[in-house]
């Protein structure tokens, strides 16, 4: 069997042209629908960011990702599990993702394929040391703050909002891929800032991760695949809109 574990697809970007958007979502749905009725598929992990700006409102889901979302549901409903890692951009799911046969899981996880132990995280937030970003990452994940925007704010502005933020990040952090109009969010920053966040993280906690035979995450939109002590294997999934379909990695059973 064989699983799979793709990150970073930022569907929906606004940072980018209609025609870019509409060219990754096209590589999204042909990686789906090959495994709709791959018997040696085992599962699909989603390593978060997969939508560019994801809120659950309380009677309101985001437009526009229907052909995503029902190609998704099609791959359950063939019999392979689809797994999803909240990302920075989509930690918001209350239940909608669910009702369509994903399997959300906590920010950070632990499962099992056969005999390795791997751990799971997107990998935002783990080890920064930049204020400003600690302090958004509170304020997104407070609880208080997701009720209110959930209840308290008019969707269309606050889908409005989230997009706009993202897509000025990006922005802000530019690099422009000449050949197809992409930014990668974090090539801006180098390596003390946010490059390095999670391979520090994994180092400064390795008595720990030891544990585990692979430790994927994704996040910083340039791969990684570096064996460290002990047989502990670290992957960091490159973006998938940056590579497309070779930025998917695969472990087989």
């Excluded at 933020?165 to 000449?178: L, P, V």
């Excluded at 008595?207 to 570096?226: F, S």
Aim: hydrophobic content about 40%; overall charge negative; glycine content about 10%.
């Amino acid at each position: 069997m064989r699983y799979y574990f793709v990150g970073d697809v930022h569907l929906g970007c606004r940072a980018w042209s209609v025609e870019q958007r509409g060219k990754i979502e096209s590589q999204f749905l042909d990686f789906l629908e090959h495994h709709t009725a791959d018997t040696d598929c085992g599962g699909i992990f989603l390593m978060g960011d997969i939508f560019d700006f994801w809120f659950e409102f309380a009677w309101y889901v985001p437009k526009g990702y229907d052909k995503v979302i029902e190609k998704i549901r099609q791959v359950t409903a063939s019999g392979v599990k689809v797994y999803f890692v909240p990302g920075n951009h989509d930690q918001w799911t209350y239940g909608y993702l669910a009702s369509k046969g994903i399997n959300v899981l906590p920010k950070t996880s632990e499962i099992t394929i056969g005999d390795k132990r791997i751990f799971l995280a997107h990998g935002h937030g783990l080890n920064s040391l930049n204020m400003p970003v600690k302090l958004m990452n509170a304020i997104f994940e407070s609880t208080f703050c997701q009720w209110s925007f959930r209840h308290l704010v008019i969707p269309q502005i606050g889908l409005w909002f989230g997009r706009t933020w993202s897509a000025s990040n990006h922005k802000k952090h530019n690099r422009e891929f000449e050949e197809d109009g992409c930014i990668d969010y974090y090539e801006a920053h180098g390596g003390d800032l946010l490059g390095d966040e999670q391979v520090e993280w994994v180092k400064k906690n390795f008595e720990e991760m030891k544990q585990y035979d692979y430790i994927i995450m994704g996040h910083r939109h340039q791969g990684l695949d570096m064996m460290m002590k002990d047989n502990v294997r670290l992957v960091i999934l490159d973006g998938f809109f940056v590579n497309g379909i070779d930025s998917i990695f695969c472990i087989e059973d």
